[in-house]
């Protein structure tokens, strides 16, 4: 039986359902832009974690509710919480732990992007393997906007999507990016009709959960790695991680399959 929407997460905030192997995370304060709480941080690291330890789950969707994906941090939360604030162990509490969550997790996760996506909501969906859009959708860098430095990896990833006088210059003025320049950089995978995105993404998402998965995950390994090292690591660790996923079940498979001129039957071990 499915698990009921806020059961995983401890919070109907980040609803949870499975169906599948595809685990979708839904960002749920659609009146508020989905603008994140510390309640919701907190319940979607219970969520991505709960996402890695289950062999049942092979992909990860993270979408919202409404017309945003996730305006970022809360504002009123952060006023909220007085002078005694510390930024940064805010930070270290909660969108790091997430940023570092969806990097290592060995599982594909697809942002399927369905409205705007804010401050440390772009930063999260620039942290998944792949991005859909919705038309409508776009990118708000929003930080400088409210007088913060761009948080939750945004410093790493724009420039290396954009370069690093673009990037600097949308952190600079709080500019935007629409779903379209956003493919058009490299950003975003496919963009698609306001009304096709949760259908496309679902089928992305379930195609990929019934692939390899033990080898996408070794390749998201692999591929993390060779992104702060050099040629020569990187040719060291995918002989290193190629051994691994040569032995997997789903290696034999395909190859059998391969030969024998049928689909494969995917397992994920
Ligand atoms: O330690 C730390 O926590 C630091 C971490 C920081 C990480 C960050 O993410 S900082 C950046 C935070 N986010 C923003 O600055 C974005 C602020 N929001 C906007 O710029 C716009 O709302 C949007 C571009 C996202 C959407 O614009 P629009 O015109 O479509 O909608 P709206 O009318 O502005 O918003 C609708 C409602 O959502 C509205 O509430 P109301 O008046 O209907 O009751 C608005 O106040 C609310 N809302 C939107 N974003 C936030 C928010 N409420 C609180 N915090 C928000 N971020």
Not at 62 to 83: C, I, N, Y
Not at 105 to 126: C, D, L, T
Not at 248 to 254: P, R, Y
């Amino acid at each position: 039986m499915a698990d009921a929407p806020g059961s995983v997460t401890g919070s109907d905030t980040v609803q949870y359902a499975f169906a599948d192997g595809v685990a979708t995370l839904t960002f749920n304060r659609p009146d508020k832009m989905n603008a994140f709480t510390d309640a919701m941080l907190h319940a979607l690291l219970k969520g991505l974690r709960a996402c890695e330890r289950d062999a049942a789950v092979r992909a990860i969707v993270l979408t919202g509710a409404g017309r945003a994906f996730t305006a970022g941090q809360d504002l009123s939360d952060v006023q909220d919480r007085g002078h005694g604030l510390s930024f940064k162990d805010h930070l270290e509490a909660t969108y790091n732990k997430i940023i570092r969550a969806l990097r290592s997790v060995e599982k594909p996760v697809i942002a399927g992007v369905n409205g705007v996506a804010a401050g440390a909501g772009a930063s999260i969906a620039f942290a998944c393997d792949i991005r859909l859009a919705a038309e409508s959708a776009k990118f708000a860098t929003a930080f400088g906007l409210v007088g913060l430095v761009p948080d939750s990896g945004a410093t790493w990833f724009l420039p290396r999507f954009l370069g690093y006088a673009r990037a600097y210059e949308l952190y600079a003025t709080g500019g935007r990016l629409t779903a379209a320049e956003a493919h058009a950089a490299g950003i975003v995978n496919h963009v698609v009709p306001d009304a096709e995105l949760a259908d496309r993404t679902a089928a992305l998402a379930g195609q990929l959960a019934n692939g390899p998965t033990k080898a996408f995950g070794l390749t998201k390994r692999a591929m993390n790695r060779a992104a702060a090292g050099s040629l020569d690591d990187a040719l060291d660790y995918e002989a290193h991680l190629q051994q691994i996923a040569g032995l997997t079940a789903d290696h034999g498979e395909g190859v059998r399959a391969f030969l024998e001129k049928r689909p494969p039957r995917f397992t994920g071990t």
